[in-house]
């Protein structure tokens, strides 16, 4: 069963930078699939971030791509998240989330994390 | 970005009617290799999105038969033929043809 979990920390202060890692199990990293993040403002409705293969290959979502940065580690069989200098309007549930292919056009999202709330405030 | 619009926003539905949303997309969702990247979700309360139907009318695996997708091109229909109460949430439609992938606003389904 794959089973994926994020983690970081929930207050971030702001101009400062975002960090989760998302840890799967049950699941290889290195056997293939992308890797992604979707984030939801509370109450509101989702965006997509960004996807990495395990190769390194990456897509950012262009709203967010000069700040965004997504890693991984397929020794840790862990991917990561990085969004600089944030705002309040950065205040979400991120989710991490596994796809079968990121390659434009793209797959949907079959597992997901359980999510974790980053409130930026100072 | 190709805008999704998911109507209603809201339903309330007696437990055993059907229920039905549609999602119109500002641009074909059809691919030169044949396929409608076109996917739905469901939210339920407290809980991540979770895939229930892929290419348009596929069933992810487990999801029950109750929930039926349809249409092409940029209108899309999901229905849920008899609701039950653990269909309760948020449903989510979203592409996946042109990066970046975008959702709809999302449609909030409750039981009377």
């Known amino acids: 069963q794959v089973q994926l979990q994020e983690s970081g920390p929930g207050l971030v202060k702001p101009s400062e930078t975002l960090s989760l890692t998302c840890a799967v199990s049950?699941?290889?990293?290195?056997?293939?699939?992308?890797w992604g993040w979707i984030r939801q403002p509370p109450g509101k409705g989702l965006e997509w971030i960004g996807s990495?293969?395990?190769?390194?290959?990456?897509y950012y979502n262009p709203s967010l791509k000069s700040r965004v940065t997504i890693s991984v580690d397929t020794s840790k069989n862990q991917f990561s998240l990085k969004l600089s200098s944030v705002t309040a309007a950065d205040t979400a549930v991120y989710y991490c989330?596994?796809?079968?292919?990121?390659?434009?056009?793209?797959?949907?999202?079959?597992?997901w994390g359980q999510g974790t709330l980053v409130t930026v405030s100072s | 970005d190709i805008v999704m619009t998911q109507t209603p926003l809201s339903l309330s539905v007696t437990p055993g009617q059907p229920a039905s949303i549609s999602c119109k997309s500002s641009?074909?969702?059809?691919?030169?290799?044949?396929?409608?990247?076109l996917y739905w979700y469901l939210q339920k309360p407290g809980q991540s999105p979770q895939l229930l139907i892929y290419?348009?009318?596929s069933r992810f695996s487990g999801v029950p038969d109750r929930f039926s997708g349809s249409g092409s091109g940029t209108d899309f229909t999901l229905k849920i033929s008899r609701v039950e109460a653990e269909d309760v949430g948020v449903y989510y439609c979203?592409?996946?043809?042109?990066?970046?992938?975008?959702f709809g606003g999302g449609t909030k389904v409750e039981i009377k």
């Open positions: 989330a596994r796809r079968p292919y990121g390659d434009p056009p793209s797959g949907y999202f079959d597992y």
């Open positions: 049950g699941y290889s990293i290195s056997s293939g699939y992308y």
């Open positions: 990495i293969y395990h190769s390194g290959s990456t």
């Open positions: 641009q074909s969702l059809l691919h030169s290799d044949g396929k409608t990247y």
């Open positions: 290419e348009v009318s």
């Open positions: 979203m592409q996946g043809i042109h990066l970046p992938d975008t």
